[in-house]
């Protein structure tokens, strides 16, 4: 699905691996170079596909959580020079996938990955010539962090915010309450009209959630 395109950048968001994960693919059409959020089992191959169609250079790999169906083939993209990105609250679920406590998938093989740039102290990234700000939103997990495309009102939150609806806070690090407290003041602070893309299902809008979302309206 194209979210934005103009004759210098595009922001697509494909629905890949077991899990359908919304994996983003942003680049720079004068450049070529691209950056892609999320690689989810059996995502890589299909991400070498449409990067080489294209002709693109892919730099980056932003993982907005440690959870497998969202960084479990990370490592293969990695091989081929990309710079991995992501919170070291949920460094050990990405380097050492055996350590995830609750993955029973015999039949995915998740591969090791190391992070290149821990995003703990940055607020702000500017990668293929855009700014990313980077919203520090725990709750689901330890490490889950959002990437906001404030210039183009979009925005990757990961599993923490679906449409009318929050992510699962019984996994291990997952805090119901902090995951509350990260919707209202780190997601909701942004503009209403900025679009969402969770980590799986229907794409939303910050305004749209602050009014019919039943579990986390704006106070």
């Known amino acids: 699905m194209e979210l934005f395109s103009d004759d210098k950048f595009c922001i697509e968001t494909f629905g890949l691996g077991?899990?359908?994960?919304?994996?983003?693919?942003?680049?720079?059409?004068?450049?070529?170079?691209?950056?892609?959020?999320?690689?989810?089992?059996?995502?890589?191959?299909?991400i070498d596909s449409i990067i080489a169609d294209r002709k693109l250079k892919l730099m980056y790999v932003l993982i907005?959580?440690?959870h497998w169906d969202h960084c479990g083939?990370?490592?293969?993209?990695?091989?081929?020079?990309t710079r991995i990105f992501a919170h070291s609250g949920d460094s050990p679920w990405i380097e050492?996938?055996?350590?995830?406590?609750?993955?029973?998938?015999?039949?995915?093989?998740?591969?090791?990955?190391?992070?290149?740039?821990?995003?703990?102290?940055?607020?702000q990234l500017n990668l293929?010539?855009?700014k990313i700000d980077i919203e520090y939103i725990p709750g689901h997990s330890k490490g889950s962090v959002g990437y906001f495309f404030e210039d183009f009102y979009i925005a990757f939150t990961g599993d923490v915010l679906f449409r009318e609806t929050v992510g699962r806070s019984d996994f291990p690090g997952g805090d119901k309450h902090l995951l509350f407290k990260s919707i209202r003041e780190c997601i909701y602070n942004h503009d209403r009209e900025t679009t969402i893309i969770p980590g799986h299902g229907w794409i939303t809008?910050?305004?749209?959630?602050?009014?019919n979302n039943p579990y986390v309206r704006s106070r």
């Open 128 to 130: 293929c010539g855009l």
């Open 73 to 81: 083939e990370a490592a293969l993209l990695q091989q081929k020079g």
């Open 205 to 211: 809008t910050i305004g749209h959630e602050i009014a």
């Open 64 to 66: 907005t959580h440690g």
């Open 96 to 123: 050492d996938p055996s350590s995830i406590p609750f993955f029973s998938e015999k039949d995915i093989t998740l591969l090791p990955c190391k992070i290149d740039q821990y995003v703990d102290d940055i607020k």
């Open 18 to 46: 077991p899990l359908r994960t919304n994996v983003g693919l942003i680049f720079n059409r004068i450049t070529n170079e691209a950056m892609v959020i999320d690689v989810p089992p059996n995502a890589a191959e299909t």
